[in-house]
Nanobody, 127 residues
Framework: QVQLVESGGGSVQAGGSLRLSCAAS????????MGWFRQAPGKEREGVAA????????TYADSVKGRFTISQNNAKNTLYLQMNSLKPEDTAIYYC????????????????????WGQGTQVTVSS
């Protein structure tokens, strides 16, 4: 139904920045709730940031507030995660996810809420 492909990961020194992109195709235009999640080896997948394009509501994990920004391009086919002031604890595989939603409510950071997932992109932050 929907294909999501992440890119932009890599290795960066602590304090540096990266911008992740998630290219959406198929039925992606109707998936107006989208989010970024991350998972480190041996750890549970955790929500990082989510965007509801109906009203523009966003949700951020406490650990990334003030450092990360989620956004979408005007064509609504690419999701971004701008990551600044990166820390070693941000090291993980980052995934984008999507599902349909309605209204202007803040989107959740529950992984079970989302239907479609990309393959992930590795982010490594060194001290």
């Amino acid at each position: 139904q929907v294909q999501l492909v992440e890119s932009g990961g890599g290795s960066v020194q602590a304090g540096g920045s990266l911008r992740l992109s998630c290219a959406a195709s198929g039925y992606a235009y109707s998936r107006d709730c989208m989010g970024w999640f991350r998972q480190a080896p041996g750890k549970e997948r955790e929500g990082v940031a989510a965007l509801n394009t109906v009203g523009g509501s966003t949700t951020y994990a406490d650990s990334v507030k003030g450092r990360f920004t989620i956004s979408q391009n005007n064509a609504k086919n690419t999701l971004y995660l701008q990551m600044n002031s990166l820390k070693p604890e941000d090291t993980a595989i980052y995934y984008c996810a999507a599902r349909g939603c309605s209204g202007g409510a803040s989107p959740p950071l529950w992984s079970i809420f989302y239907n479609d997932w990309g393959q992930g992109t590795q982010v490594t932050v060194s001290s």
